[in-house]
């Protein structure tokens, strides 16, 4: 656990021994410039180039990820964020580019000794072990478990009590989130919201330092996606760094503490949710650059013929003087 | 039309040697396929390994043997079992499931067609398409039925011996004793297995590998794992089956017995410790009912000219329209829990 010792939900964050400012208060007052440098970096990638075919799917040059905040990765349908978050765990490998966790290197490694350094990820499609209960798919989040070694397994003795004290973590973390009601009920027979739920509070089993989450509000119903908020932003009260993806705005704007924003494998923008929110490149990448004009144009039967641009680079320029 | 004949016949296959055979390959299957999610549809070649394992390494040197003990020669069924495994699961196991069910199958048919070749009759002593026999003799020479009961083992071993509709040779007893041991043994290893963590990893993998990966789990050492565990007790059905006929013979091997340990695994139902068992003794009991019913039709000239010569593949048809019923009435076996394997289609 990356304890930065008792910053709270809208602290500003605490000074690490080095003399970094972790969490939300480091990023206060930075430049929202696209690859600006963060004071206490948990997460960087560099140069990092995934193609598919013809196809860049994935064109960042540098970005970092303050620890210690919660960060949302935004962007169009197609803007590469899953691909991303796929290079970024090593579940998927980029042609080029290099990124690294708390300074060592993750290029090349396994996606579960990733996991197993602390780095955690959850699905954009919910990948709940559909024919385990709910406490024994918390009960696999558990790392290091001697029982999970072929023959330690066979002798319960040695571990038993291990098991006893993941079930009580379980059990608290099931309380939690509210699902201790279901604890014996299949994975496979919960909604997929609780599905959602569920992959969270197994991810937490593993306590990890950072916790990368695709679209956690994706299929949730509103009433669970108010305790979804809450419970993300306990994450970062708890001192862990969590980075999402996510479509849906209200959620981006109300819990994060930087956004970054990615269109067509790109990072075009970053900066708080307000910066942001204002930023030109941001807008047309979402909605194309004539949005305002296109109902005006639909209405008076006169259609322009324009192209959305493709917006890379300095997020406070204006696309339009140089992209076409 | 015997029916006595044809009750004693089926009831004393029940539970008898070759029943032990299809129960041991359906509880490596098990382990494969129903709790880790492994097409292996190669578990004929394990079984093969298995047989002749034992049989080039206790088989005596004047037909071209090693002519070393049984022991030896189980213990190098096991060894040969186990990098069999290895083989087939580091190129394999990294991809697709549907993958290794195409490699494993591949490397079963493999593994019959060279031990059936001259080439390997000539340099490896399999005895081509005739096999290897006459090994199996320190077993029954061995009899420990026998030596308890105070009796000769030769005699022992002739005699017949009857207990109700139950029928067996002093012989095929000792392989019973001996190959039920090992079938409970094994039932044994996984239970305990099974519900330990271990066990719960194997079941994550099956459900979604990359939810296990993404806990740390590393999936692909967890399927080997699996691969040699359920390959190790394939063989030791391929050992039983050669010890059974004191032969070792390449067509026992052909991939309609993996088949027919997947029936017999899908009727017991997957992933349940006595699916493999009860279901290995009831598939095997209907096949060989059907298989006497036949024989005594046959002998009773009550099939057509036509239908006559094939007569022996009914049984095989009947159970096929048996096993779609079964996947369709009840999927998930006898033993298997009907809303756990629904879960699937949500």
Request: glycine share 12%; charged share 20%; hydrophobic share 45%.
């Amino acid at each position: 656990m990356p304890a930065d010792e008792g910053s709270t939900p809208e602290a500003s964050g605490t000074t690490t021994p080095k003399g970094r400012v972790s969490g939300p208060g480091g990023l206060l007052g930075l430049d929202p410039t696209v690859g600006v440098s963060k004071p206490d970096p948990i997460l960087v990638a560099d140069g990092v180039v995934r193609r598919f075919g013809g196809v860049t799917a994935v064109n960042v040059d540098h970005v970092e990820f303050q620890r210690g905040a919660i960060t949302a990765l935004i962007g169009p349908n197609g803007a590469g964020k899953t691909t991303f978050f796929n290079l970024l765990t090593c579940f998927d490998q980029p042609q080029e580019g290099d990124w690294s966790f708390n300074g060592q290197p993750l290029k090349g490694i396994a996606p579960h000794v990733v996991a197993r350094r602390g780095l955690i990820r959850t699905f954009q499609l919910t990948k709940v072990l559909t024919k385990l209960t709910v406490i024994e798919n918390m009960r696999l989040g558990a790392t290091g478990q001697r029982g999970e070694r072929f023959l330690p397994a066979l002798f319960r003795g040695g571990w038993r009590a291990q098991e006893q004290s993941n079930t009580e973590r379980a059990d608290d973390l099931l309380v939690r989130f509210k699902m201790d009601h279901m604890r014996e009920q299949f994975a496979g027979q919960l909604s997929g919201g609780q599905r959602k739920l569920l992959e969270m509070a197994r991810a937490l089993m593993t306590e990890p330092e950072l916790i990368m989450l695709d679209e956690p509000m994706a299929g949730v119903n509103p009433a669970l996606k108010q305790s979804l908020l809450e419970h993300v932003k306990s994450l970062r009260d708890e001192g862990r760094t969590v980075i999402f993806v996510e479509h849906d705005m209200d959620m981006v704007f109300d819990i994060s503490d930087w956004v970054v924003v990615m269109a067509e494998g790109r990072i075009i923008a970053e900066g708080t949710p307000e910066q942001v929110g204002r930023n030109q490149a941001v807008i047309d990448a979402y909605l194309g650059s004539h949005h305002d004009s296109e109902l005006d144009a639909i209405i008076h039967g006169d259609v322009p013929d324009h192209e959305v641009p493709i917006v890379t680079g300095d997020p406070d320029r204006a696309p339009s003087e140089e992209d076409r | 039309m015997d029916w006595s004949q044809i009750a004693v016949d089926t009831f004393s296959a029940s539970l008898g040697a070759l029943a032990i055979v299809y129960v041991l390959a359906a509880q490596g299957l098990n382990i494969h396929y129903g709790y880790t999610g492994l097409f292996n549809f190669g578990q004929a070649g394990f079984m093969a390994i298995g047989a002749y394992g034992v049989a080039i390494v206790s088989a005596p040197e004047s037909v071209g043997g090693l002519g070393l003990s049984l022991w030896l020669g189980i213990a190098a069924s096991v060894v040969a079992a186990v990098l069999l495994a290895l083989l087939m699961g580091i190129p394999t196991l990294r991809l697709r499931g549907d993958y290794l069910a195409i490699v494993t199958i591949a490397v079963s048919e493999i593994i019959r067609l060279v031990l059936r070749s001259e080439w390997s009759e000539q340099h490896l002593s399999t005895g081509g398409n005739s096999g290897i026999n006459g090994f199996a003799g320190p077993f029954y020479d061995n009899n420990l039925l026998a030596r308890i009961g105070g009796i000769p083992a030769t005699r022992f071993n002739a005699t017949r011996y009857e207990v109700g509709p139950f029928q067996y040779s002093g012989r095929e007893l000792w392989v019973m004793v001996v190959g039920w041991f090992v079938v409970a043994v094994f039932a044994v290893l996984t239970m305990l297995l099974m519900r330990s963590p271990w066990g719960r990893v194997l079941r994550s993998i099956r459900e979604n590998e990359d939810a296990a990966r993404s806990l740390g789990k590393n999936v692909q050492g967890y399927k080997m794992q699996a691969l040699v565990l359920g390959g190790v007790m394939g063989a030791f059905g391929g050992i039983v089956l050669a010890i059974f006929q004191n032969l070792a013979l390449p067509d026992d091997f052909v991939t309609r017995t993996t088949f027919l340990a997947y029936a017999a695994l899908i009727l017991g139902g997957a992933a349940r410790v006595g699916g493999p068992i009860v279901g290995g003794v009831i598939w095997y009991t209907l096949f060989s009912f059907m298989n006497n019913v036949v024989a005594q039709m046959k002998s009773a000239d009550l099939f057509p000219e036509s239908v006559k010569a094939n007569a022996g593949q009914l049984p095989f048809v009947f159970l096929g329209v048996a096993l779609m019923l079964l996947v369709v009435f009840r999927p998930q076996g006898i033993f298997g829990d009907r809303k756990e394997v629904e879960l699937d289609a949500r």
